[in-house]
Each structure stands twice: as C-alpha cells, then as structure tokens.
C-alpha cells in the first residue's frame, strides 16, 4: 500500500464501477474527490480541482477517455490510469500519444488496481524528471549563447579581448548580485536600444 494519500479523479459513466471506485481507493488510503460520468464532466472538474491521479473509462458520452486525458494533459501533466474492456493496438497507441501512464483490464482487481497506481505515479515522476532536466539542459544553452552574444558585445564596445570581457562580465554580475544570464540579457537589450539609436 503507498503511504501517499492521493487525491483521485474518477470518469466511469457504469454505476456498479463507479462504486467499487469510491469504496477501494479510500481502503488503498486515498481519496476519491472528482467522480465524472462524461469525459466533458471530467475535464471540467480536473481544471476546478487539480487532483493528484485520473482513473478514467475510454468509452463515455460526448468525449471518450482518451480524448479527456489529452484535453487535461496539454493543459497541465498529470498521471492516468485508463480502465477499458478493450486493448485492442489501435486504442494502445492513442492512450500512450494522449499521456496514459498505465492500464486497467476489467474487470478489475483491488491488486491490480494498487499496482497500475503504483506503476502510472513512478512512471509519471520519471517523465517529469526527465522533462526538468531538458528544460534545464535547453535553459543553459540558451542563456550560453546569450552570454557569448553579450561577451561580443563587450569586446567590441570596450575593446578588450575574450578573457577581459568575460571576466567584466561576471565582475559586474557579483557587484550587482545578479545572474550572468541576466546580465547578458541587459547588455544585448541596450545594444538593440543602442543600434537604434544609431539608425535614427
């Protein structure tokens, strides 16, 4: 059993599903607080509510599963588990490009039920790890070209060499206790300023 309390959305539009839901998961140590019969109803009070997982039906009215969990997740990233009767590769691949973490074949198992949460947060945590790491890696290299573009600046405004101006560069930074980067950026702006003042 995981020791996190999870705050659980469910989409299931059978009755008798829908029940066994609400009493499993607080008998897991979770709290059910968004049940939705539609996929419209779910994506609506996902956005009110934010919870913490999505257990949702592929086949309900007016949006199926599927589509409710791409709507939510191009929003904002969040686990899915999706229950079907069908697995057929058709539905396999539309789940896997709407950001479906893991699947439920009913009918459902309690354990099978305590492992795809398991599995769809471990996966999820994974996925944002990895998703934190490139956008650190694409920060970095941008604020890199940033700096050498502001370091060329300063060549060339100063005259100094390479070393000279980087070494203003973060001399300037540490007076100021700002980034390098943002340093960098106030020096291409008000070279921008600057060359249009000069085209005046």
Not at 173 to 183: I, P
Request: hydrophobic share 45%; aromatic share 4%; proline share 3%.
């Amino acid at each position: 059993m995981m020791s996190l309390q999870l705050r659980i959305a469910i989409a299931e539009d059978e009755r008798d599903m829908q029940d066994f839901f609400r009493t499993v998961l607080p008998m897991l140590g979770h709290e059910v607080i968004i049940s939705a019969e539609t996929g419209k109803q779910l994506v609506e009070r996902c956005r009110a509510m934010r919870p913490d997982l999505v257990i949702t039906d592929i086949r309900m009215p007016d949006m199926d599963g599927i589509e409710a969990t791409r709507t939510l997740y191009q929003e904002e990233p969040l686990p899915v588990i999706l229950v079907t009767a069908y697995h057929d590769e058709e539905t396999i691949q539309r789940a896997e490009t709407a950001g479906v973490m893991a699947y439920l074949v009913k009918p459902i198992k309690v354990d099978d039920l305590q492992s795809a949460i398991t599995l769809s947060m471990r996966r999820f945590e994974e996925l944002q790890a990895m998703r934190s790491e490139v956008t650190d890696l694409r920060r970095a290299l941008e604020d890199r070209k940033l700096l050498e573009r502001a370091k060329g600046i300063v060549m060339k405004r100063l005259a100094v060499d390479e070393r000279l101006a980087y070494l203003r560069l973060r001399k300037l930074a540490n007076d100021r206790n700002w980034k390098s980067a943002d340093v960098a950026q106030k020096i291409v702006s008000a070279d921008e300023i600057f060359q249009a003042l000069e085209r005046e």
